[in-house]
Nanobody, 122 residues
């Protein structure tokens, strides 16, 4: 059974940064495509970043490219978000995907955590 413990969310001012962490048990991160998605009230799920298994190729949608950095170490997944704006306010979830293609196609992940709230406001 895959389990997630997400942390690092909170209130941040516009222009600020956050680093989210996700401890995962029940699988080996390096063997799977892992990612972060977010969901704001009344909006659809939006992929934020993905890191592939093996060589760790990363993928970012245009909405966060240059502001988001995904990484992994052992069984912890990280997401660094910079230059935050109120539009980044959402619950951020870490997730396991079948592949990076699945993430890029906005398809559902196989497993995901409960999420951590990120609020960007002055």
């Amino acid at each position: 059974q895959v389990q997630f413990v997400e942390s690092g969310g909170g209130l941040v001012q516009p222009g600020g940064s956050l680093r989210l962490s996700c401890e995962i048990s029940g699988l080996t991160l390096a063997y799977h495509a892992m990612g972060w998605f977010r969901q704001a009230p009344g909006k659809e799920r939006e992929g934020v970043a993905c890191i592939g298994g093996g060589d760790g190729t990363t993928y970012y949608p245009d909405s966060v490219k240059g502001r988001a950095t995904i990484s992994r170490a052992e069984n912890t997944l990280y997401l660094q978000m910079d230059s935050l704006s109120p539009e980044d306010t959402a619950v951020y979830h870490c997730a396991v995907y079948k592949s990076m293609l699945t993430f890029a196609a906005d398809s559902s992940p196989d497993h995901w955590g409960q999420g951590t709230q990120v609020t960007v406001s002055s």
